[in-house]
T-cell receptor, first 116, second 113 residues
Framework: GDSVTQMEGPVTLSEEACLTI???????????LFWYVQYPGEGLQLLLK?????DKGSNKGFEATYRKETTSFHLEKGSVQVSDSAVYFCALTNRAGGTSYGKLTFGQGTILTVHP | NAGVTQTPKFQVLKTGQSMTLQCAQD?????MSWYRQDPGMGLRLIHYSVGAGITDQGEVPNGYNVSRSTTEDFPLRLLSAAPSQTSVYFC????????????FGPGTRLTVT
């Protein structure tokens, strides 16, 4: 079945440092890829998405490129802020039909803490 | 526009008790789903619905029931709570499951003792 693997956390950075959170996936068909962010005490919010190979999703200074050849969707930001401290989830939906139609398959999440 | 709302925010149950977690959305989304979030495991799909009157099982459906009598509401029922159901539960909705953003509610933190 489909699966998503994220780099293990937690990740601790100083403000203005560069961030990369690795994400690789296994899926049949043509999945759409997502990064969701969960701030403390809140639900998940969509950060960015890409729906086909070579698409780049971007939002709030974060970027991720859908790499079909390496089955990866790494999240990057050039300069993190304290307000970026949150849990980040890589996820996919598989546009192929079948069971669990529309299911989001999540990675285990990466906790990011940014210090001033 | 409230988005996706969930009640209650917190709940403590004793083993064997039953309860219903409420979920509502005001975006006229056809697709709704329930996930549970456990440490180190991301979120796992419990049940989902592609429209009023249509529901189906996700990957961890045992011990949970759902129904979808209206487009807006998608309650999750715990039939006989067990400690293994201690988790944070999220409801989500989407215009369509295929590649569209899913909007998540704020979650219900459930503890079963």
């Amino acid at each position: 079945g489909d699966s998503v693997t994220q780099m293990e956390g937690p990740v601790t950075l100083s403000e203005e440092a560069c961030l990369t959170i690795n994400c690789t996936y296994t899926a049949t068909g043509y999945p759409s890829l997502f990064w969701y962010v969960q701030y403390p005490g809140e639900g998940l919010q969509l950060l960015l998405k890409a729906t086909k190979a070579d698409d780049k999703g971007s939002n709030k200074g974060f970027e991720a490129t859908y790499r079909k050849e390496t089955t990866s969707f790494h999240l990057e930001k050039g300069s993190v802020q304290v307000s970026d401290s949150a849990v980040y989830f890589c996820a996919l939906t598989n546009r192929a039909g079948g069971t669990s139609y529309g299911k989001l398959t999540f990675g285990q999440g990466t906790i990011l803490t940014v210090h001033p | 526009n409230a988005g996706v709302t969930q009640t209650p925010k917190f709940q403590v149950l004793k083993t064997g008790q039953s309860m219903t977690l409420q979920c509502a959305q005001d975006m006229n989304h056809e697709y709704m789903s329930w996930y549970r979030q456990d440490p180190g495991m991301g979120l796992r799909l419990i049940h989902y619905s592609v429209g009023a009157g249509i529901t189906d099982q996700g990957e961890v459906p045992n011990g949970y029931n759902v129904s979808r009598s209206t487009t807006e509401d998608f309650p999750l029922r715990l039939l006989s709570a067990a400690p293994s159901q201690t988790s944070v539960y999220f409801c989500a909705s989407s215009y369509s499951p295929r590649g569209y953003e899913q909007y998540f509610g704020p979650g219900t933190r459930l503890t079963v003792t």
